[in-house]
């Protein structure tokens, strides 16, 4: 059995901040300061600052001496380090699904894609939180493979890197509204390949879909700093 201890009161403030910073609500390079935040939730200022110090460890903010905390920069350098090490880390993950269960018992992993077809199919991709849903519905895919895998190593490492893949996802999905019917096609191609048990092709659609993502960031961010 596994206890979940309830989040604490700084990790809620992270997520709500965190969020903030994703949608771009909060934009790179923007101050955030403690004390309006810990007046517009009715918070301490130490809740607050220990809010920072968990964004700042999931790359979100960057704290400075006597400046306080900033949104932190996309930039080419560090969209580059993310992808490199993130594919890498989904594909480990598609690789232990397969070593732990054979590709007949895998339909569940087809009702989750299914599950996010349903959502992609009834969402009007301009909707103003359609990005935001999609990318929910992908990371719920990635949460029944770490049940599949029972790796809690791996799943905390994927995890930690959730912010920050969730931020540039949004880049890219706002600014596409094409890739959120992309998205369903890449889980449908994912999960064909796992119910057949086809690991190598399993792990070329990963990688292809971060490819693509990752370039669709990068063509961005060169438009926006032109």
């Known amino acids: 059995m596994r206890f979940q201890a309830p ?3 700084s990790e809620q403030i992270a997520q709500h901040l965190g969020q ?6 909060l934009k790179p390079g923007e101050r955030i300061q403690e ?11 130490g809740s607050v600052r220990e809010a920072l110090l968990i964004l700042e460890r999931r790359h979100l903010v960057e704290i400075y001496p006597r400046r306080g ?12 380090a993310l992808y490199d090490i993130y594919i890498d880390l989904l594909c480990m993950l598609a690789r232990k699904v397969l070593e ?4 007949e018992q895998l339909g569940g992993v087809m009702g989750q894609v299914n599950e996010m077809q349903a959502v992609i199919d009834a969402l009007n991709s301009n909707a103003p939180d359609a990005a935001e849903r999609v990318i929910e519905a992908g990371f719920g895919v990635m949460q029944y493979a770490y049940r599949l895998v029972e790796n809690p190593f791996l799943e905390e490492t994927l995890e930690n890197f959730r912010p920050a893949i969730s931020r540039t996802y949004y880049v890219a999905l706002d600014h ?3 890739e959120i019917a992309e998205t369903g096609t890449f889980f449908r191609r994912l999960a064909d390949a796992a119910v057949e048990g086809d690991s190598e092709r399993l792990q070329r659609v990963i990688q292809g879909f971060g490819e693509h993502q990752r370039h669709q960031v990068l063509s961005i961010l060169t438009e926006e700093t032109a």
């Open 7 to 9: 989040e604490s009161l």
């Open 100 to 103: 732990r269960w054979p590709g």
């Open 69 to 80: 905390a900033v949104v932190s920069e996309l930039t080419i350098d560090s969209v580059n």
């Open 35 to 45: 004390l309006k935040v810990s007046g517009d939730l009715n918070v301490s200022r």
């Open 20 to 25: 903030r910073i994703v949608v771009r609500d």
């Open 176 to 178: 596409f509204r094409s």
